[in-house]
Nanobody, 119 residues
Framework: VQLQASGGGFVQAGGSLRLACAASEPTFSVAAIGWFRQAEGKQRELVAATEAGGRKTYADSAKGRFTISRDNAKKTLYLQMNSLKPEDTAVYYC??????????????WGQGTLVTVSS
């Protein structure tokens, strides 16, 4: 399994970024997949996830601002982030092997992408 997250960067509060995660496993289209983030000094947390059937979940902090989507043909996961806030600053990771019952990750982590939001 290879995961490559991209799209992070430096943005001012209120701005937008679109993250992408390119995967390699053949089971991508039937997997529950998601985005997590880890801010400095904090534990990694779920941001958004989606299962093969289309069901999605978002952290309360992401609802209304972030949108998760997937392109199974490209084996790519996306996270559109709008109205970014300084508290969204973190390293964002994707995981393409989640338990769809509780969204807990049990797949490997790829290299994350850093998002920095200035006030």
């Amino acid at each position: 399994v290879q995961l490559q997250a991209s799209g992070g960067g430096f943005v001012q509060a209120g701005g937008s970024l679109r993250l992408a995660c390119a995967a390699s496993e053949p089971t991508f289209s039937v997997a529950a997949i998601g985005w997590f983030r880890q801010a400095e000094g904090k534990q990694r947390e779920l941001v958004a996830a989606t299962e093969a059937g289309g069901r999605k979940t978002y952290a309360d902090s992401a609802k209304g601002r972030f949108t998760i989507s997937r392109d199974n043909a490209k084996k790519t996961l996306y996270l559109q982030m709008n109205s970014l806030k300084p508290e969204d600053t973190a390293v964002y990771y994707c995981n393409t092997d989640l338990n769809p019952s509780d969204w807990q990750p049990f797949g490997p982590w790829g290299q994350g992408t850093l998002v920095t939001v200035s006030s």
